[in-house]
Structure formats: C-alpha cells, structure tokens
C-alpha cells in the first residue's frame, strides 16, 4: 500500500494524472479532515485545511523522496495547516472584536476514555519524532498491520512492533504528565476506534478539483496554503540546525570525557606520590625504632619504644596494602582511558535480553503482590521469585539470588513519584561483562526495564543517585 502511495504520486508528478491524485484523494481525505476537525473544532475550516493540505501535496508531489511516508507526511501537513488556520482565525477575531463565526463541532464521542484524549491527543502526536509518529499514522489512524508498516519504515515486523510500542509508551507517559494516567493499551484501542472519522462526501471531488486544476475556493485557502508552506520550511530548517548541533556535540563529547579521564588519572598519581613519601617517613621512622630496640633490649624505656614500633607496624602494612589497591586503581584508570569500546557479543546481548524479560515479570510479580500486602513491596526477592514461571526464573536466575528489591515503600506513594521512571526499583546483585564494559539490569518505578554499563564496575555512586527513602 505504501508503494503504491508513491507510485500514484511520482505518476501525478510526471503526468498531472487528475486520477491518480484523486485516488490518493480517496484513500487519506479521511484521515486529513479528522486531524484537522480534531484541531479547529469547526467542520467548514477543516474542509478547508483538508484542501489546503492536498493542494500542497499537489505543488509539492516532484519534491517529495521514494522513501516518504505519504499517510505521515499529510497528517504532519495537517497539524501546521491547522495550526495556521487557529492563527489567521485569532487574528480575525481580534480585529473584528465579535465571534461571527460559530464552531460546529463534531458530537462528542461517547466513550469517556475518547473526551479525555482527543484535546490532548494531536499535541502529543506532534511531539514523537518523524518515526514514530509514521509508525503510529499508520498503525492506528490506517489500521496497517505491523508487516505493512515494517516495509514502509524500511525495516521488518519485528522492529515496527517495538517502534509502534515505544511510541505508545511516550504517548502514554505525555497523557499521564496531563492527569489523564490510562494503560497503552487502552489508548491504543481508544485512537483506533475514533481517531478517523468520514470526510463529507462532496469534499474529495472539491479537494481534487482545487488540487489538479488550480481552482482554490477562497481568498483564505490562499493564505493558509502559503502559511503552512513557510512554516514546514522553517521546520525543515530547525531541523537541520538542531542535526548540526547533535552533530557537534557527538565530536565535543567523547573529548571532554577523555580529557576528565586524564585529570582523574592525574590526580590518581599525585595521591600515590603523596603515599610514597609518607611511606618513606614511616620505614626510616621504624628502621630508626628497631634499631633502638636492638641496642638497648634491657632498658624499660627501649622497651617502651619497641612497644611503639610493633603499634605501628600494623598501619603501615594497612597502607602498604592501601598503595597496592591504589596503584592497581591507576592502572585500571589508564587501561579503560585509553581501550577503546568493544561491542558486546551476541550471546552477551542474549544474556541482557533475557535477565530484562525476567525483570520486567518480576516487577509485574511485585506490583500483584502489593494487592496482598497493605499496598507495600515485598520485603524479599523470594516472595516474587515463587510466583514466576519456573522456566524464566531458573534461565534468568538459576540461583534464585540474583536480583534484590531496593524499594520498599508502598505502591501508591510510587506512582505518585514525579520522577518514578528514573527511580529503581528492582536491580541486579552482580555485574556482568558486555563488551569491554560491566553492566547490570534496572527495573525502574515505571515498570520499564534498562542497562547500565561502566567501565570500572563500580555502580555504587550512579546506584545513590536513583535510590530513594522508603515511602
């Protein structure tokens, strides 16, 4: 379906075939006049947005790449022609100081769920990026199946389904920072039951005929079609602006971390030369001691000195073990500063895979069993280990003491937590190699489930920052 999008366009383009514009009219006018009526509130401006958008298409089709998503493209054209339209309306509105045009609003659905997110809904959608919001157009405002949206993402069904399911989840997390909190899959089934409503029937023969021949109905179509054009033109430059500066920092970064490698490596040195020379004072202070000892083994006050000399040799082998921890620090500081990153092997990343899907069930496990326990967490890993299936939890954890909870407040107090997704809930006891880095599993208040390396191993302070009090 989506090639043939684009073959109807590149046919329109080359030939100005009125039927193949009108088919493309036919089979998206739907979903630009929904997203349009859901923006503006008033059916007769969306009619006109509508043919705005594919009058656009139409001066636009020679323009437009092989790889384009014609449903995302229009639903993108839509949101700046409506966005065009609400301005140029306040304007008029302000000048003429009456309200003389009444909205007529599409009903209100009935389902409660549909009130909730359909003011919120086209604002979130314009806050996914590009490839996420195609993935969404076409999963739930076409109704494509994932294999459908695979090929026009240019990937398989397996990454459209994690892309359709990442998109969802940031969707879910934008209505939820809004007081609308409701399941992925609620919102799923809410936009794909109302998201596309029925253009009137006479407006695809208007929108082709205006598109094709040239004919706009109004003075405000003019001025909405040149409007949206400018702002997908400073859109497309903010874009390019803001690659330049990822860009940018991409090279800066690395940079500035291998210049703080050195100065930790710096100050490394100068703590060992500081120990080398305490050390030093300490062996002439005790050569100095021992030999008193030697020379006077009857006098109390040699003795006295003797005493002195043994209290201290248990610090100084102390820090003689404290300079070997210190040196071999250095040499670890050294080897991960200059080694370059390895990538982890394949059965590394199995490994990660599987340890995540265990996480996630056992926060799952810990979520149900809060059902039981007063709302509060378990106070142990074993009252979730017995409740998962005995395959995941032996494959994931065949010690059965892998994992810890860290949280062990109440699961209401979580979910009220403004930054619940950064606060760890659940985590793995021991790091494991990836790559030439250490990593370890973290399911976080949200109930995501995510890794995080280090090239020392040492967790510990990185851990303090996302922990939190009991509540």
Known sequence: MMTDDMELVREYAARRSEPAFAALVSRHVNLVYSAALRRVGDAHLAEEIT???????ARKAESLGPKTILSGWLYRTAQYAAADALKIRRR??????????????????????WEQLSPLLDEAMMRLGQPDRDALVLRFFEGKSLNEIGSALGTNEEAAKKRVHRALQKLRRFFTARGVALPATVIAGAV??????????????????GAVKGTVATASTVTLIQETLKLMAWTKLKIATVTGVVVAASVVTPLILHYQSRARLRQTEESLQQQNA?????????????GLANRAEASEAQADDLRRLRAQAGPLRQQTNDLAKLRKDNR????????????????????????????KGAVMACVMQTRTNQGLFPASFAQVARVLPADMRTQADPSGDGFEIVYHGTFQALTRLTNSPDVIVIRQKQPLQYGNR???????????????TQTDGDFEAWEAQHTIASQ
């Open 92 to 113: 008029r509105e302000r000048r003429e100081q009456e309200a003389y045009m009444q909205s007529t609003l599409l009903d209100a659905p009935a389902n409660k769920t």
């Open 438 to 452: 250490w990593a370890k599993v973290y399911v976080y208040g949200d109930g995501h489930c995510d890794l995080h």
């Open 278 to 290: 305490q050390l030093a004072r300490v062996r002439a202070e005790n050569d100095r001691l021992a």
């Open 192 to 209: 794909s039951a109302n998201a596309v409503h029925a253009a009137p029937l006479e407006l695809a023969a208007a929108v082709t005929t």
């Open 51 to 57: 043919q705005a958008v594919f009058i656009i298409l």
């Open 332 to 359: 670890r500081l050294r080897a991960a500063a200059d080694q370059p990153d390895v990538e982890p092997t394949p059965e590394q990343q199995q490994q990660v895979e599987v340890i995540m899907n265990y996480g």
